[in-house]
C-alpha cells in the first residue's frame, strides 16, 4: 500500500472515534490490514450485550432557520439541484450511531446494528442523524427555511456501527472497533450501496501502526479494498484532534488515522471554516485528500422525536451545548457529491469519481498543490461535475466547441494594440510615398538641368 503522497507505509491500530460533538467511541486494538489482502468477512455485524450508560439524546425542540446555511451557498448546492441533480436512484450507506426518524429525512432504510437491538435506525447518540442530514434532508415543504441536503432524494441505508452511550461494565469499552467498521463496510456493498459516508475514525501511534498483531485493521483494509472495487466509494472523516488523535506535524505524521490511512482506497476529508480556512481541530496527514464545510453548520435536529433544525447540540458526557462542527461534518458534504456525480456520470469508476473530486477542488498554494491539511482544497461540486475535467481530457475527447475561422482569432476588443498597430502601418505607408515623392523630384530636377545644359 502506498500514500499518493508520501512513500509507503504499514497498518495501524488503535482507537475509534466519532469525528464530531460526542463522545469518542474507543474500539479494540486489533492489527494490521496487509497480511493477507485476499481474505474477505461476512456482512453480518458483531453484535454487543453493552448497557446504555446515558438516556438518548432528546430533541433540542428548534424550528425553522430562515437564514441559507454558508456551507450551501459556497458548494453552490442550489444550482446543482436546479440542474436535475438531486441523487435520485443513490444510495448513501452512513456507518455510524444509527438514524432517527425525522420528516426530513423519508427515505431512510433501516439496516443492521452492532448494539443487539437490531435497530439501525435509532440514534441515541444523535451523531448519525446529523451526517444523514447533510447528505439527504429533503427541503422544508413550508418553505420556512432554505436547509436541504447535498442529495435529498437518495436514499439513505442506516447501518449502526457505533455508540458513546452503550459500555461494557468491565473493561468501558463502548460498542464499535475495526472489526464491526469492516462488516458494516461489507454490508454495505453487499446492500448496493452508491456510497459509504464513515465519520469516525481509528487513530494510532506509527509505531502500532507498524506492528502486526490481530486481524481487525486488516479487516478493514479488505473491507475498504472490496468497496473500492466494486466501484462504491468510501468518504472518510480526517478525524479531530483529542484523546488518542493527535495534530500531525506536516509532512512527518507521528499519528496514524483509519480508515482515512488506506488512502488508495478511500477519500478522506478534512473541515475548513466559513472563511475557509483549516479548522483547527484537524487531524493532518498524507492521506488528506479534500476539505469541505465543517464548522458552524446548521444541521436537522439530531435529538430522539426531532422535527426542525438545529445550530448546537449536546456533546460528551456532560450534555453541555455545544457548536455543530468538525470533520464528521465536513465528510457527508463531499459523499454527497459523489451521489451527484454518480447520478450524472453512471459509468465512472471509483477511481474516477475520487480522481474528479481532487483534480477539481480549489487547489491550496505550493509547488505540488496540495499538504497534508487540506489536501487538494476545498471541493468545487460544479467543476466536478463538470462533462470532462481536466484528468480525463487523454480518457475521452473533449467536448466540440464551435469552430472559428482564422479570422475570428482578434475575439477581444485591446483597442491601445490595435491603435498602435494602424499607427504603425500608417507611418510605412507614409514612409513609401514620401520616398516615391522624392525620387520623383529628383528626376525632375535632373531632367530641366539637362534641357538647360543643352540650350
Not at 64 to 73: G, L
Not at 165 to 172: G, P, V
Request: hydrophobic content about 40%; charged content about 15%; some cysteine.
Amino acid at each position: 500500500m502506498s500514500f499518493k503522497r508520501v512513500g509507503a507505509m504499514g497498518a495501524a491500530v488503535g482507537v475509534l472515534a466519532l469525528g464530531g460533538p460526542t463522545a469518542p467511541a474507543f474500539a479494540q486494538t486489533v492489527g494490521p490490514p496487509e497480511l493477507n489482502p485476499a481474505v474477505t468477512t461476512g456482512s453480518a455485524l458483531d453484535t454487543f450485550d453493552y448497557p446504555q450508560k446515558q438516556a438518548c439524546m432528546g430533541s433540542s425542540g428548534g424550528g425553522a432557520i430562515e437564514e441559507k446555511p454558508w456551507s450551501q451557498q459556497v458548494l453552490g448546492i442550489d444550482r446543482l439541484h436546479a440542474q436535475g441533480l438531486t441523487g435520485a436512484g443513490m444510495t448513501a450507506a452512513v456507518i455510524d450511531t444509527g438514524v432517527n426518524h425525522h420528516p426530513r429525512l423519508a427515505n431512510v432504510q433501516d439496516g443492521q446494528s452492532s448494539i443487539n437491538d437490531g435497530r439501525g435506525a435509532q440514534d441515541c447518540d444523535g451523531h448519525g442523524t446529523i451526517v444523514a442530514g447533510i447528505i439527504a434532508a429533503q427541503p422544508d415543504p413550508t418553505g420556512q427555511d432554505a436547509y436541504v441536503g447535498m442529495a435529498p432524494d437518495a436514499r439513505v441505508l442506516s447501518i449502526r456501527q457505533s455508540s458513546s452511550l452503550f459500555q461494557d461494565q468491565q473493561t468501558n469499552k463502548t460498542i464499535g472497533n475495526t472489526e464491526t467498521m469492516a462488516q458494516a463496510i461489507n454490508s454495505a456493498v453487499d446492500e448496493g450501496a452508491s456510497v459509504i459516508n464513515i465519520s469516525q475514525s481509528s487513530c494510532q501511534s506509527i509505531a502500532e501502526a507498524s506492528s502486526y498483531g490481530n486481524s481487525g485493521n486488516q479487516m478493514l483494509h479488505n473491507a475498504v479494498r472490496r468497496a473500492y472495487d466494486a466501484d462504491v466509494v468510501v468518504v472518510a472523516a480526517a478525524g479531530n484532534v483529542g484523546g488518542q488523535c493527535q495534530k500531525n506535524p506536516t509532512g512527518n505524521p507521528t499519528t496514524a488515522v483509519l480508515p482515512a490511512w488506506f488512502d488508495d482506497y478511500v477519500l478522506t476529508v478534512s473541515s475548513t471554516n466559513r472563511q475557509g480556512a483549516p479548522s483547527e481541530f484537524d487531524v493532518p496527514g498524507p492521506w488528506v485528500d479534500v476539505a469541505a464545510p465543517g464548522e458552524g453548520l446548521i444541521a436537522l435536529d439530531p435529538g430522539v422525536g426531532g422535527s426542525g433544525l438545529a445550530t448546537q447540540v449536546a456533546e460528551g458526557q456532560n450534555g453541555q451545548m455545544g457548536p455543530i462542527q468538525g470533520t464528521s461534518f465536513a465528510a457527508p458534504y463531499v459523499s454527497g457529491l459523489v451521489l451527484l456525480i454518480k447520478q450524472k456520470h453512471p459509468t465512472l469508476s471509483a477511481e474516477e469519481i475520487m480522481e474528479r473530486i481532487k483534480t477539481t477542488a480549489l487547489h491550496p498554494g505550493g509547488r505540488d498543490g496540495n499538504n497534508d491539511i487540506v489536501g487538494y482544497g476545498m471541493i468545487d461540486p460544479e467543476a466536478a461535475l463538470a462533462d470532462v475535467v481536466p484528468a480525463e481530457h487523454g480518457k475521452q475527447p473533449p467536448p466540440k466547441g464551435e469552430t472559428h475561422l482564422a479570422a475570428d482569432a482578434l475575439q477581444r476588443k485591446d483597442l491601445p494594440a490595435i491603435v498602435v498597430a494602424i499607427g504603425g502601418a500608417g507611418a510605412g505607408i507614409a514612409a513609401i510615398v514620401f520616398t516615391a515623392f522624392l525620387i520623383n523630384a529628383v528626376r525632375n530636377v535632373r531632367a530641366r538641368t539637362h534641357t538647360n545644359s543643352e540650350e
